[in-house]
Structures are given as structure tokens and as C-alpha cells.
């Protein structure tokens, strides 16, 4: 005996549209949650939807030809996002992951992971079968999607350029959503200053580029309403490099011929610098370890700050010693998520940034500053 379901034909969206007396169009809208149905009646497509056994998986492959073969635009409701090899190590991106997520399965759409490279140069995963099936409809990074040419060969595998958005760093030919670094810096910066610091240390990223120029630009805000001269008052000192990542242990940090670390050795040197700014947590607790191990004492000695509020410094109890600036990570991947699918839809078809505010998190790593 052939069961119903092996001689019966695909349910069609037609079928549903002429059981609701509406329109073709009206029914798409409604199954796909379009805020510009009404609800009754997208109830009503739902619940005729529901009765005739529409299966929308399997109308898929069909309806993809169709509008192919009518030059029209598939949207698969699958977004593709590029994280880096350690996302489940570190919680920066780990968090960015989750947001993404949480704002895709908000909207209706799947989540296609794939993994960048640790380092740049070295060949990535293969997604262009994927890219040659239509089965993208976006792109989402979490770094300046110019800086990754696998990203931008992705994008045109497709045939037509994809809608992009980037998260934190602000890019060309795409939205991105961003933190306000230059708020969060001021904060950072103005906390330090009303605790009577008067010269601070900045461990800075080696390179400019947009987020760079935005915490420079909060740091100079607050010493000139501070009526401070940054050529005085402020130092730099690049990152090192290992200082990106948090550290493994809680163990000083020595320089490589056993000696004493380049910080420890520039901080000797310059005993007025009563405070340190770190790029991101990271740099502030190897900075941290480094200084406690040579005999500083945090804070009563020299304050730290971290940037990012992803990595504790945890204190005897648990709780977190590090003052910090928060970045909104998870909201910043939500919001890209968001901003992809209106991009997708046509909803907005400009490039545009996004910015979410930061806020300063006070804690124990601060403290008035010693007197000289």
C-alpha cells in the first residue's frame, strides 16, 4: 500500500494564499514574521499553514530554482560568521558568538560557523560549494573585514556582492556595529585623574587603526579638560606581543634573557607614572602580574585598568579585583544580527555604523594615587 505522504504533492504557498483568500505575497510575508502583516492575519496563514501540512523544507529546493530562473534574489535565512581558531578559549569572541547567535535565532535564521586562521596567510576552511549553493545570504566578522582577503573572495563567490556587517572594528563596503571606545577611554582616563594621578602609562596597540585613534582621542579628551598637556602627562608603550591573550598563570613575567622585564626596567626609570592603561584586560593583568612580582604593590603602589571587562582579576573571595571599561560584547552581536537582516531584506540599503555605549567598571585595581 503507498502511504498519503508518498503520492500526495507538496503543500504550495499558493494553496495557502487561495485557502486565506490572499495574496501570494501577503502569505510569504506572514510565514516569514514580516512586521508588516497584520497579526490576525498572519495568524491565519499560520493556523491554514499548520491544517494542510505546509512543509517549508520541502518547497525549498523547488522555490529556489523558480526564482533563480526569474533573476530574483533567494534568501535562505543562513548567515555565515567568521570567528577566529580559540573562540571557545577566549571570552571576548566567545561572547560575540553568543550574541550573534541569540540575535540570528531571534530573527529566524540559522548560523553557519566557520573559523578564520589563528595566524594570517594560513588557508581557512573551503565554504564555496556552500557559496556556489546559494545557501548564504550574509556575512558577519568580528575584525576589519578589508584586513581579510578570504573574506572579501567569499563575498564574490556568490556572484553578487553579500551583505556584510562587522563587529567592533568599522569597515569599507559593509555596516558595522562598535563599541564607543573614545567614552569608555575618557572614562577610564577621567577615573584616573580624579584620583589625583597626574602621569599615566598606556599600553597601546603597535599599529593605528580606528579603535587606536578613538581611545588616543578619549585620553586626550580628559587631560585637556584637565587642563594636562599629553606630551607630559602621557606615555605609550606598544603591547607585547603575548600580552594580547590572557595570561596562562598568575606568575611574573621576566624578560627573556631572565632580567628584569622591559615595563619593570621603564617604570624604574619613570617614577612619577602612577597609573597604567591597558589596551584590554589582557595587557592589564600580564602589566599586573609583571609589576606585583617585581614588588609593586596594586593599587597602593601604581592603579591599573583593563579595557573590555572579559578577563577577572579574581580577588580571595572570587570576585573580580580588576577595574575596567565593559564593552557590550554579547549586544554588539546581537545588534549585528539585527542589522544583517534588515541588510538582507533591502530593509536598509546603506552602510552605516552602529555604536553602543561602554561603561567604566570601578573596582580594587584603583585607588588615589601615592604620594610622590
Known sequence: ???????????????????????????SLALRGDPRVKPATAERVRAAAAELGYDPARNQAARRMAMLRHGRQVINRVVALFVPENVEEVAYYNRLFWGVLHGLVAEGYAMLVNKLPCAKGQP?????????????DGIIVPENP???????????????????????????????????DE?????????????GHRELLYLAQAYSNALSRWR?????????????????????MPV???????????RAHRAEDGGEHPLVRWLRAHPAVTAVLGWNDSAALHAWYTLEGAGWRIPADISIIGFDDTTPMPGPAGENLLTS???????????A????????????????????????????????????
Open 1 to 27: 500500500m503507498t502511504s498519503h505522504a508518498a503520492t500526495s504533492r507538496a503543500v504550495t504557498l499558493q494553496d495557502i494564499a487561495d485557502r486565506c483568500g490572499l495574496s501570494l505575497f501577503t502569505v
Open 124 to 136: 581557512g576552511p573551503d565554504l564555496t560549494p556552500l557559496v556556489r549553493q546559494g545557501d548564504i
Open 146 to 180: 578589508a584586513a581579510d582577503a578570504q573574506v572579501a573572495a567569499l563575498r564574490q563567490r556568490a556572484g553578487r556582492a553579500l551583505p556584510l556587517v562587522s563587529l567592533i572594528w568599522p569597515g569599507e563596503d559593509c555596516s558595522s556595529v562598535v563599541a564607543d
Open 183 to 195: 567614552a569608555g577611554m575618557y572614562a577610564a582616563t577621567r577615573h584616573l585623574l580624579d584620583l
Open 216 to 236: 588616543m582621542a578619549g585620553i586626550g579628551r580628559a587631560l585637556a579638560e584637565a587642563g594636562l598637556s599629553p606630551d607630559r602627562c602621557l606615555h605609550t
Open 240 to 250: 607585547f606581543p603575548y600580552w594580547y591573550s590572557p595570561p596562562s598563570d598568575a
Open 325 to 335: 571599561v565593559r564593552v557590550p560584547l554579547r549586544d554588539i552581536g546581537a545588534e
Open 337 to 372: 544580527a539585527r542589522l544583517i537582516v534588515r541588510r538582507i531584506h533591502g530593509d536598509l540599503t546603506d552602510d552605516e555604523c552602529r555604536t553602543l555605549p561602554t561603561t567604566l567598571e570601578v573596582r580594587a585595581s584603583t585607588a588615589p594615587a601615592r604620594a610622590r
